[in-house]
């Protein structure tokens, strides 16, 4: 089964600062798709950058940037230019596929301090 | 705006009540997707619905059930209520052609069971 884990619980930034969220998964699949979405306190999810496994290049959205390391099965968020938007919690999550489940890490909470 | 709705976005009961959660996925979009999401068991996934037929199933309870009607729109019923059922109920769909593995996500159903 697929596992998607996000160690740190909590994390913290300085606004204007760049701020790096980790998150690793474990599957026997070699193509899938991976996703961040942001959770601010309204509770709805969005979206924030989605990386293909098949693609060697890091996704990038802006501010948001992945670092993928698919041997080491990696996938990790950096936010540049930090704003005080981007509190909010962040999940991390796998996809076997086109119209399947996404499976998600516990999500870590980012606070922005101004 | 993900083009998703859920309805109702509150909802508040007692243990052994019944209730109907309510889903109309995006335009176009075949897949519908319950999750489950409680402050300790993150976002847990339910079960998915492809086209009217069930697709996947996962950490759902036996008092639970769901179907997704003709018009697409999905029903997620909680029956024998507890208090730990209390949670955010999420509803999301993806897409049937040109799919990039995104779940659009609905603003959410917060059950509070008394």
């Known amino acids: 089964a697929q596992t998607v884990t996000q160690s740190q619980p909590e994390m913290s930034v300085q606004e204007a600062e760049t701020v790096t969220l980790s998150c690793t998964y474990d599957?026997?699949?070699?193509?899938?798709?991976l996703f961040w979405y942001k959770q601010p306190p309204s509770r709805q999810m969005i979206l924030v950058i989605r990386?293909?496994?098949?693609?060697?290049q890091n996704a990038t959205e802006n501010r948001f940037s992945v670092n993928f390391q698919k041997a080491a099965k990696s996938f990790s968020l950096k936010i540049s230019d930090s704003q005080l938007g981007d509190a909010a919690m962040y999940f991390c999550?796998?996809?076997?596929?086109?119209?399947?489940?996404?499976?998600f890490g516990k999500g870590i909470t980012l606070s922005v301090r101004p | 705006d993900s083009g998703v709705t859920q309805t109702p976005k509150h909802l508040i009961t007692a243990t052994g009540q019944r209730v109907t959660l309510r889903c109309s996925p995006r335009?176009?979009?075949?897949?519908v997707y319950w999750y489950q999401q409680s402050l300790d068991q993150g976002l847990q996934f339910l079960i998915q619905?492809?086209?009217?037929?069930?697709?996947a199933k996962g950490n759902i309870l036996e008092r639970f059930s769901a179907q997704q009607f003709p018009d697409l729109h999905s029903e997620l019923n909680l029956s024998s209520l507890e208090l730990g059922d209390s949670a955010l109920y999420f509803c999301?769909?993806?897409?049937?052609?040109?799919?990039?593995?995104?779940?659009?996500f609905g603003e959410g159903s917060r059950l509070t069971v008394l």
């Open positions: 999301a769909s993806s897409a049937g052609t040109h799919n990039t593995g995104e779940l659009f």
């Open positions: 335009s176009g979009d075949l897949s």
């Open positions: 990386q293909e496994a098949y693609k060697q």
């Open positions: 619905y492809y086209n009217g037929e069930e697709r």
């Open positions: 599957t026997s699949e070699s193509d899938y798709y």
């Open positions: 999550a796998y996809s076997a596929g086109a119209n399947s489940k996404l499976t």
